[in-house]
């Protein structure tokens, strides 16, 4: 079982509407969660992160946390084209150190 | 200052070069990374620096050497390279504490090796 797994999509929404990332994750310790955006052909940017069960907003996004059930998500409320990238799911474990490991991505599409 | 400096942005080397790749951060972090990412796949975690001394090596080969001569400076040292090795080379920094693990990424240095 991979450490971090995420749907890799395409999720394709239209302008306006809400998309749902989703992310599981293998480590029971694990106590820290991002998500970060990763435009096309450039470097991933932090856009939440999240330490404790319940949700956590931010503007148009909110991220979710459910230890119990080991389960990561992003709400994108008002998508527009401009959110159009790869989501990438990353946990921190710790092993001897701090260690991010990222799920595969989800690519998200919203259509004007 | 909230940026990590890479250089250079496109590198191509032959199998037989060396060549290095640098970082540079001011933001007074403590951890230093280096990840390598292909197309289309996510990051991977190669290194891991803690207060300049390495902590974590992803079973990464030989041919890539990893060095910190200080806290805000981080190089990747590439020595006969293979074709497989190309791909976009990202340095990240990170305060080192708990609930403080967020990465700053540099720009990349995009890495083709003939």
């Known amino acids: 079982q991979k450490e971090v797994e995420q749907n890799s999509g395409p999720l394709s929404v239209p302008e306006g509407a809400i998309a749902s990332l989703n992310c599981t994750y293998s480590?029971?310790?694990?106590?820290?969660f991002f998500w970060y955006r990763q435009y096309s052909g450039k470097s991933p940017e932090l856009i939440m992160s999240?330490?404790?069960?319940g949700d956590k907003e931010d503007g148009r996004f909110t991220a979710q946390l459910n230890k119990a059930s080991q389960y990561v998500s992003l709400l994108i409320r008002d998508s527009q084209p401009s959110d159009s990238a790869t989501y990438l799911c990353?946990?921190?474990?710790?092993?001897?150190?701090?260690?991010?490991?990222f799920g595969a991505g989800t690519r998200l599409f919203v259509k004007a | 200052d909230t940026e990590v400096t890479q250089t250079p942005k496109h590198l191509v080397m032959g199998m037989t070069n060396k060549k290095s790749l640098k970082c540079e951060q001011h933001?007074?972090?403590?951890?230093m990374y280096w990840y390598k990412q292909k197309a289309k796949k996510p990051p991977e975690l190669m290194f891991v620096?803690?207060?300049?001394?390495?902590?974590i090596n992803e079973s990464v080969p030989s041919r890539f050497s990893p060095e910190c001569p200080n806290s805000s400076l981080l190089n990747l040292h590439l020595h006969a390279l293979q074709p497989e090795d190309s791909a976009l080379y990202l340095c990240?920094?990170?305060?080192?504490?708990?609930?403080?693990?967020?990465?700053?990424f540099g720009s990349g240095t995009q890495l083709s090796v003939l």
């Open positions: 620096y803690s207060y300049e001394k390495l902590s």
């Open positions: 999240i330490y404790s069960n």
């Open positions: 933001m007074g972090h403590r951890a």
């Open positions: 990353a946990v921190n474990i710790h092993t001897g150190g701090f260690k991010t490991i």
């Open positions: 990240a920094s990170s305060q080192e504490a708990p609930g403080s693990e967020k990465l700053f």
């Open positions: 480590d029971r310790v694990s106590q820290s």
